[in-house]
């Protein structure tokens, strides 16, 4: 129990579900409650595919490059590190216009729900604690995502555009110690 934790925390972090939610709001606004529905139900399927099938074959395609866990843990610590820190610089996450039949899948599910930081933690999840506490992580974090994003009027209406940039600001400093911890176990396996 104490592996899923561990594993828990990090992902929670890296799918930064307040952080997309003002996405995912922009981007169903206007959309007829029944389409909101496939958006939100094709989104969340692709992350978990998408998220499942990088634990399964992402070790697999390091080992075919040559890749080791240590480079994988400072090229993806590193990767992380851009990222929060880009999200905490930035006001805004960016939006793009995107296609209303693939809006669940593609800029929904992957990148911003199962997005590099996603995949680069739970492979480093995956070589600390095994499969099993990762996946339920994975889906559990996904799961969360998509229960927000369910409740995403609510929530907009109670937090306000302020509380969902501090918790998002805070969730990606979060990410920022994690993936220095990342980048200096790597630097210690490369030792």
């Not at 995107?98 to 599910?109: H, T």
């Amino acid at each position: 129990m104490k592996d899923f934790w561990l594993c828990f925390v990090p992902l929670f972090v890296a799918v930064d579900a307040m952080g997309v939610l003002p996405m995912y709001v922009g981007l169903t606004e206007g959309l007829d409650p029944s389409r909101v529905k496939r958006v939100l139900f094709q989104s969340i399927a692709t992350a978990a595919a998408v998220a499942l099938v990088f634990l399964v074959v992402g070790k697999g395609l390091l080992t075919l490059l040559g890749i080791t866990v240590a480079d994988f843990m400072i090229a993806g610590g590193t990767l992380l590190f851009v990222l929060s820190i880009s999200d905490l610089l930035t006001a805004e996450k960016t939006q793009r216009r995107v296609d209303l039949d693939s809006l669940g899948a593609v800029p929904l599910g992957v990148p911003l729900i199962a997005g590099p930081a996603v995949l680069t933690t739970s492979i480093l999840l995956q070589d600390q604690y095994g499969p099993v506490p990762t996946a339920a992580a994975i889906i559990l974090n996904i799961s969360i995502a998509g229960v927000l994003f369910h409740f995403s009027t609510w929530i907009n209406l109670t937090l306000g555009r302020a509380g969902k940039k501090i918790i998002s600001k805070i969730a990606s400093l979060l990410l920022a110690s994690i993936a220095v911890m990342i980048i200096r176990k790597g630097i210690l396996g490369v030792l």
